[in-house]
């Protein structure tokens, strides 16, 4: 049974900083592509950061610069860490692998910029 479990949101206030994690069990991890998604209310879910199972990263536009997404293939785990964060950055973030073409998804956390 493949999970995903993310943790690490919250309430933060504009300016500061957040570090999410996703654990990943029953695949391969080492082999898996990650990313991260959002979705804020009413909006589409909108892809924020990849890592290929060989470490490369790609971002986009709107996060460049303040997040960054990194892997431990020791733990099983993709991180997040979102810098300078914005009240547009609230949202549900969630963790998605992807191993043999094959998608899985995490629950998500949701992550709340805002004074």
Known sequence: ????VESGGGLVQP???LRLSCAASGIIFGIASMAWYRQAPGKERELVAAITRGG????ADSV???FTIS???AKDTVYLKMNSLKP???AVYSCNAEVYSIVYWGQGTQVTVSS
Do not use: C
Not at 1 to 4: I, K, S
């Open 64 to 66: 460049k610069g303040r």
């Open 71 to 73: 892997r431990d293939n």
């Open 56 to 59: 490369s990263a790609s971002y």
């Open 1 to 4: 049974q493949v999970r995903l």
């Open 15 to 17: 300016g500061g900083s």
């Open 88 to 90: 547009e950055d609230t």
